[in-house]
């Protein structure tokens, strides 16, 4: 089992910066990438960003590309998402996952651990 806790939401003014932490442990070495998405009140979970733990590649939701910045820690195994011109539609609660595999980053259910989510609010 991995779990995962994250930290760093609030709430912020349009255009403000929050940066998300995800901390896993357990089994870290079973995870070969580890993912934000986030839920709207109403809406679906849907994909934000994600990163391979190993080669460290990134990939991005076109609605938060050139915006949002996802790194790792391996060391930490800590997983952030720094969020620089927020903006009302960036309002969700956000939550960390972890995939054992190599498939598809974007879709939930090729992930196999969660975090409790973390609220992100973005005033205008």
């Known amino acids: 089992q991995v779990q995962l806790v994250e930290s760093g939401g609030g709430l912020v003014q349009a255009g403000g910066s929050l940066r998300l932490s995800c901390a896993a442990s357990g089994r870290t070495w079973s995870i070969y990438a580890m993912g934000w998405f986030r839920q709207a009140p109403g809406k679906e979970r849907v994909f934000v960003s994600a990163?391979?733990?190993?080669?460290?590649?990134?990939y991005y939701a076109d609605s938060v590309k050139g915006r949002f910045t996802i790194s790792r820690d391996n060391a930490k195994n800590t997983v952030y998402l720094q969020m620089n011109s927020l903006k009302p539609e960036d309002t969700a609660v956000y939550y960390c996952?972890?995939?054992?595999?190599?498939?598809?980053?974007?879709?939930?259910?090729?992930?196999?651990?969660w975090g409790q989510g973390t609220q992100v609010t973005v005033s205008s």
């Open positions: 996952a972890a995939s054992r595999t190599s498939a598809s980053y974007t879709l939930v259910g090729n992930y196999d651990y």
């Open positions: 990163i391979s733990w190993i080669g460290g590649n990134t």
